[in-house]
């Protein structure tokens, strides 16, 4: 992803994915519901990362 801003909450998503000298990102490890995904904005789906805060935050509700 090329965007390494949260759809969601606008900061950092700290995404690695695609960057081989960092390894894999931290979502590799993380479940996402599929629900969460109507959070971000159509213009931005498959195309912007979530953060892990707003992760975080969706399972907790």
Known sequence: MANKYCPICGEENGCMS????????WCDKETFPKEIFASVPEESRNKH????KCLDQYKEK
């Open 49 to 52: 990362c979530v953060c892990k």
């Open 18 to 25: 695609g960057k081989e000298e960092h390894g894999n990102c």
